[in-house]
């Protein structure tokens, strides 16, 4: 069963960079790494999405080491309004052989003044 | 560009009563999806269309139906409520379906429907 594991939460301050691990021991051979982004009372958001090595878009930079077991979200200089709790998400193939995203916990960031 | 729509936003049913709640996305996209976020918990899969015509369950099915009425709606119904039902339910699409490991599958979210079961 491919399964995420997260910290459950995580403070920091205005301008700091945070760096969220999630660690995927199972993840299939050809699977990709991809983050969600959720505020209160919406929807997730895409975040990033990665296969191996470094990404890096206009909001985030996602590192996943050469064995595929973690990835890191790292976020520039957050503000107030990262606040979000961010999951992370690797396929599964569970039992009845159908591939679909599991969602997780997920990671609760706070941002502080 | 609407995105993906649902209604109704709130819903307060009493045990035993049924409801269909509304999806809808205006992007063309082939793969729809039906999620439930109970309380400080993740996402959890109810079911999932890859394509129009098809359907399939998820991680947590039982209790609900759905139909995929056309590329555009994808519809869940919950036939005989009851108290463990009372989540918030998020509808999302993505242009491609869940082809494998390999595929890339950005899924767009819906605001949401805020249900309760008395």
């Known amino acids: 069963l491919a399964k995420t594991t997260q910290p459950i939460s995580m403070d920091s301050y205005e301008g ?10 199972n993840i299939a051979t050809n699977d990709y790494i991809t983050w969600y982004q ?43 309004s990262d606040t979000a709790v961010y999951y992370c998400l690797v396929g599964d193939r569970g039992t009845s052989g159908t591939y679909k995203y599991i969602f997780g916990t997920g990671t609760r960031l706070k941002v502080l003044a | ?55 399939d369950k998820g991680e947590v099915p039982n209790g609900y139906n759905v139909s995929r009425l056309n590329k555009r709606e994808f519809s869940l119904r919950l036939e005989s409520a009851a108290p463990s039902q009372t ?18 599958n950005e899924q767009f979210f819906g605001p949401g429907t805020r249900l309760t079961v008395l």
């Open chain 1, 16 to 25: 700091q960079e945070v760096n969220i691990t999630c660690s995927h021991n």
């Open chain 1, 38 to 80: 959720q505020f209160p009372s919406q929807g997730p958001r895409f975040i990033i999405q990665g296969y191996k090595t470094k990404v890096t878009n206009e909001v985030a930079s996602l590192f996943i080491p050469a064995d595929r077991k973690s990835s890191t979200l790292s976020l520039p200089r957050v503000s107030l």
């Open chain 2, 1 to 55: 560009n609407a995105g993906v729509t649902q209604t109704p936003k709130f819903q307060v049913l009493k045990t035993g009563q049924s409801m269909t709640l509304q999806c809808a996305q205006d992007m063309n996209h082939n793969s729809m999806y039906w999620y439930r976020q109970d309380p400080g918990m993740g996402l959890r899969l109810i079911y999932y269309s890859a394509s129009e015509g098809t359907t």
């Open chain 2, 87 to 104: 989540s918030v339910y998020f509808c999302a699409s993505s242009e491609e379906g869940w082809g494998g490991p390999s595929s890339y």
